[in-house]
C-alpha cells in the first residue's frame, strides 16, 4: 500500500496563478483531510470530507476550495494565489474521525511558493 | 480558548541522553490527545495516542504521559538516538469532531 500520496511535491506560483493539488489515499478511508503547516504554527485545517462527494470548512478555508468525487482522492483548489498562501500542505485520511480514536495518516506534504 | 502549547520550542540533547517534551491544552471537551513525530520534509506519524482514562501510554522508548486534572502532557524520549531528531507535535481532539495541534519542539540530537 502507497498510503497517501500527494502530487506534486514543490511549486511555485506568482500572484493570481492558480492550482490544484492532489491527494489519493488507497486506505479506504472515509475521512481525509487538507492542512497547512507556517513556521512557528501548528497544522490548521483548511477543508475535510466525511465522505465521497462530501465537504467541510475547517479552521481555515478562506481562499482554497476543495471536491471530493471519489473516495480516494481529495483535491485542493487555489483559484488566486496569495502570497499569504506560501506554506506546506499536508493531505491526511483517517478510516473515522479522530475524536473517537482513529489514526490520521499524513502524506508526504507540498510545498508552495508564491511569489 | 482552544489551545495548545508545546514546550520549549526546541532542544538540543547528546546521544544517548533523556529528555521530556511538555505539552499544555485548555482545548474542552477534551477526546483524546496523541504524539506525533516529524521528520524534516515528512508528514507526521503517530508515536501514542491517550484518551481521558489514560494516565501513560509507551511505545518503545517513547513514553507519554498525560494529567486530565491539570491539562499537561509530557512525551519522555530514553536513550535518545540520532534517529530521534525531529519535531514533536502535541494534537488534542476535542468537542467530538475538532482538533487542534501544538507549534511542535524540535529535538535534534548530536553525536
Known amino acids: 500500500n502507497a498510503g497517501v500520496t500527494q502530487t506534486p511535491k514543490f511549486r511555485v506560483l506568482k500572484t493570481g496563478q492558480s492550482m490544484t493539488l492532489l491527494c489519493a489515499q488507497d486506505?479506504?478511508?472515509?475521512?481525509m483531510y487538507w492542512y497547512r503547516q507556517d513556521p512557528g504554527m501548528g497544522l490548521r485545517l483548511i477543508h475535510y470530507s466525511v465522505g465521497e462527494g462530501t465537504t467541510a470548512k475547517g479552521e481555515v478555508p478562506d481562499g482554497y476550495n476543495v471536491s471530493r468525487l471519489k473516495k480516494q482522492n481529495f483535491l485542493l483548489g487555489l483559484e488566486s494565489a496569495a502570497p499569504s498562501q506560501t506554506s506546506v500542505y499536508f493531505c491526511?485520511?483517517?478510516?473515522?474521525?479522530?475524536?473517537?480514536?482513529?489514526?490520521?495518516?499524513f502524506g508526504p506534504g507540498t510545498r508552495l511558493t508564491v511569489t | 480558548k482552544n489551545q495548545v502549547e508545546q514546550s520549549p520550542q526546541s532542544l538540543i540533547i547528546l546521544e544517548g541522553k533523556n529528555c521530556t517534551l511538555q505539552?499544555?491544552?485548555?482545548?474542552?471537551?477534551?477526546?483524546?490527545l496523541r504524539w506525533y513525530k516529524q521528520d524534516t520534509g515528512r508528514g507526521p506519524v503517530s508515536l501514542t495516542i491517550m484518551t481521558f482514562s489514560e494516565n501513560t501510554k509507551s511505545n518503545g522508548r517513547y513514553t507519554a504521559t498525560l494529567d486530565a486534572d491539570t491539562k499537561q502532557s509530557s512525551l519522555h524520549i530514553t536513550a535518545s538516538q540520532l534517529s530521534d531528531s525531529a519535531s514533536y507535535i502535541c494534537v488534542v481532539s476535542f468537542n467530538n469532531n475538532d482538533m487542534r495541534f501544538g507549534a511542535g519542539t524540535r529535538l535534534t540530537v548530536k553525536p
Open positions: 486506505m479506504n478511508h472515509e475521512y
Open positions: 505539552c499544555n491544552y485548555t482545548v474542552s471537551p477534551f477526546s483524546n
Open positions: 491526511a485520511s483517517s478510516l473515522d474521525w479522530t475524536s473517537g480514536g482513529y489514526e490520521q495518516y
